[in-house]
């Protein structure tokens, strides 16, 4: 079953779609694929205040894509949940991510 998204992670719906087909959610597999590149890079010092306010994105960015399915697999403990996937660089942005020619693909293999 496909729950993808273009815009975060949409695992209710995927769930509940699985739920019209078994009747058990401890029969329902979940992988989670996020395909952004989100990293939470540690930093010793903060910079000037242009530079705290991209601090501050990238760590909201970070914890609303992973607290999405964190908290969701709190509220479904019986899914069983086999994978989850994220970049660990970055892969191009989203034009990137649709150019399937080897040369843009052999180095995520």
Request: net charge negative; aromatic share 12%.
């Amino acid at each position: 079953m496909d729950g993808g998204t273009v815009w975060n992670v949409n695992l209710k719906d995927a769930v509940d779609k699985c739920l019209e087909i078994v009747d058990d959610e401890e029969h329902v597999v979940v992988d989670v694929a996020i395909t952004e590149f989100i990293n939470m890079k540690e930093l010793e010092k903060t910079g000037k205040s242009y530079d705290n306010f991209g601090r501050q994105r990238a760590i909201r960015k970070y914890y609303k894509t992973m607290n999405d399915v964190a908290e969701f697999a709190k509220s479904r403990p019986n899914v069983n949940y086999r994978h989850f996937f994220k970049p660990s660089e970055e892969l191009g942005g989203s034009m990137a991510e649709l150019d399937f020619r080897n040369s843009t693909t052999w180095r995520f293999q």
